[in-house]
């Protein structure tokens, strides 16, 4: 389903972001990535998302190689993906649940559809109560289940989720992660970057980065089950 | 309802939530752009309504020839074959005027019919009134003056006036009026499109967020341009309203001042509103500018967003 094929990424000269990545998930995977910050996760996961293109290497996600992809395809690519990031990025002048249709608004799904299938994904996280509400409203963990919402409202194959339990306290973050294993456990692959370690507690899978190299769990996957 | 169609509903409504947020802001934005519309609209209305009354004028060259008044009708109609001569081989139209038709056409023109039947005698000569066909450049109007300068020296002949000296200066004016507000309209046209370009830049930039949130959620190009180009549509629009709405009342004291000369030359001539066709056509022109504004701003300010 994801697949580095010894990728690198440079911003500058001096400044390589990833060395000699290769990697595969398959389907249904839940894939932890961690490692200390500057280590290159935040690189790789936006690589998957057509947000950063290889310097060299290839990228394949649901079989497009995402460094050829042409800039018309992109959206296309991030429909098959629900991204979570860690400051969740919703929009302050809407509404909860005007925040989570977004996303199929965007494909052009019809109004009534959209706040349906809105309420049924703020239903998941246990928010569905502050539909109504803005996101200044609530609080960090809040706000980061209304996002892992947001992210799984198109029904994605893959989740994104880029240290999405940063700033948050311990109890708000394991409501975070149990929701994200939810959403695995019914086969959605998913993709959890971080660099807090209770987290990873259980985990089937860990890839680790140090100063952008791989230095465990590129190859061989564990298919399925939750951590 | 296709995907297109919802998603033009989306945008359209998207531009008008953005009204919605910064209403005063919106209207100021329009009344700038409707005082630059304003103008060109002002004097399109005024060549719209001067122009019938210039067609209505002969632009083709006439010749009046007086005859002596002391010649007889004889002597009168004895010019006829030398001023045919003279025309030979133009498209020449000859009226022989007696001099009893030039007092009943004076009469009935003027409305000083008491006053004419108190001179007591015709003072009014025998004429020919000559329309000459084909005459357009101004070195046709040389060879005018030539054709009345022959006729001025046949016998029996009082004078000759060439009458469509006038006419012609008026369409030259009037082309010179067209040309000048072809050169204003283009000049505010750019002005129409440098505002709406920095108003759509302002929004873009506060809109940074939510374009870069759509963008990573799957959004197109298209779907995050269309309430841009809605909103500048919407800005040319809603001053192209504006702007004929205002020329529409300018032109109720102007016509009070108008009517009250033209009685004085016997008219009821009176400035208009452009007609339904025109006006459209005006808002078109107006939807349009705001959208090419909205597209150039778009093209540029969301390219670097990445």
Same mark, same amino acid.
């Given at each position: 389903m994801i697949e580095f094929q010894s990728v690198s990424k440079k911003y500058s000269a001096d400044a390589l972001a990833l060395n000699d990545v290769s990697l595969n998930i398959a389907k249904g995977e839940l894939v932890y990535l961690a490692g200390p910050s500057g280590a290159g996760k935040s690189t790789l996961m936006k690589m998957v998302a057509a947000i950063e293109r290889p310097t060299s290497g290839r990228v394949i996600v649901n079989g497009h190689d995402v460094g050829n992809l042409k800039k018309a395809g992109v959206p296309f690519l991030r429909r098959n993906l629900g991204l979570i990031f860690q400051h969740q990025r919703l929009l302050n002048d809407r509404t909860i649940l005007a925040n989570v249709m977004l996303p199929l608004i965007v494909t052009g799904a019809p109004g009534a559809l959209a706040a349906e299938r809105a309420r049924a994904a703020l239903d998941k996280v246990g928010m569905l109560d502050r539909a109504r509400a803005l996101p200044m409203e609530l609080s960090g963990g809040e706000q980061q289940r209304v996002a892992i919402a947001r992210a799984i409202v198109n029904r994605p194959q893959i989740i994104l989720a880029d240290e999405p339990t940063a700033n948050l306290d311990r109890a708000a973050a394991d409501k975070v992660i149990n929701a994200l294993r939810a959403f695995h456990s019914v086969g959605v692959t998913c993709m959890i970057s971080t660099h807090d370690d209770q987290i990873l507690d259980g985990a089937t899978r860990v890839i680790r980065l140090e100063h952008g190299q791989l230095v465990d769990g590129g190859a061989g996957a564990a298919v399925g089950g939750a951590a | 309802m296709n995907i297109w169609f919802r998603q033009h509903r989306f945008a359209l409504g998207a531009a008008f939530a953005q009204v919605r947020k910064a209403p005063g802001s919106f209207l100021f934005n329009v009344l700038v752009v409707a005082v630059a519309l304003a103008l060109p609209f002002a004097g399109l209305t005024l060549l719209d309504n001067v122009r019938p009354l210039s067609e209505q004028l002969s632009v083709d060259p006439e010749i009046s020839l007086f005859v002596k008044s002391g010649a007889s009708r004889e002597q009168a109609r004895a010019l006829e074959p030398q001023l045919q001569q003279i025309l030979a081989g133009r498209r020449t139209k000859i009226d022989f005027v007696p001099r009893e038709q030039a007092l009943d056409s004076l009469k009935e023109k003027s409305g000083l019919s008491d006053v004419i039947e108190a001179l007591g005698d015709n003072p009014l000569p025998d004429s020919y009134v000559m329309k000459l066909e084909g005459f357009a450049s101004s070195a046709d109007a040389n060879r005018v003056d030539g054709i009345a300068e022959q006729m001025r020296l046949l016998p029996g002949v009082e004078s000759v006036q060439v009458d469509s000296a006038w006419v012609k200066r008026l369409a030259a004016l009037l082309g010179v009026? !067209?040309?000048?507000?072809?050169?204003?309209?283009?000049?505010?046209?750019?002005?129409?499109? $440098?505002?709406?370009?920095?108003?759509? =830049?302002? +929004?873009?930039?506060? +809109?940074?967020?939510?374009?870069?949130?759509?963008?990573?959620? %799957?959004?197109?190009?298209?779907?995050?341009?269309?309430?841009?180009?809605?909103?500048? *549509?919407?800005?040319?629009?809603?001053?192209?309203? /504006?702007? #004929?709405? %205002?020329?529409?009342?300018?032109? =109720?004291?102007?016509?009070?001042?108008?009517?009250?000369? $033209? !009685?004085?030359?016997?008219?009821?001539?009176?400035?208009?509103?452009?007609?339904?066709?025109?006006?459209?056509? #005006?808002?078109?022109?107006? *939807? %349009? #500018?705001?959208?090419?504004? $909205? /597209? #150039?701003?778009?093209? !540029?300010?969301? $390219?670097?967003?990445?």
């Open positions: - | 009026l !067209r040309l000048v507000l072809l050169l204003l309209a283009i000049t505010l046209g750019v002005v129409v499109i $440098a505002v709406v370009f920095n108003t759509i =830049r302002l +929004q873009v930039l506060t +809109q940074r967020e939510e374009i870069a949130v759509s963008k990573l959620l %799957g959004a197109t190009d298209n779907f995050i341009h269309r309430p841009f180009y809605y909103t500048g *549509a919407l800005l040319g629009l809603c001053a192209g309203v /504006m702007a #004929l709405g %205002g020329v529409a009342l300018s032109l =109720r004291p102007l016509n009070t001042a108008i009517g009250e000369f $033209a !009685r004085l030359y016997a008219s009821d001539f009176q400035l208009a509103t452009l007609p339904a066709l025109g006006v459209l056509g #005006l808002l078109a022109i107006s *939807a %349009g #500018l705001g959208l090419v504004g $909205a /597209m #150039l701003s778009v093209q !540029r300010h969301l $390219a670097r967003l990445k």
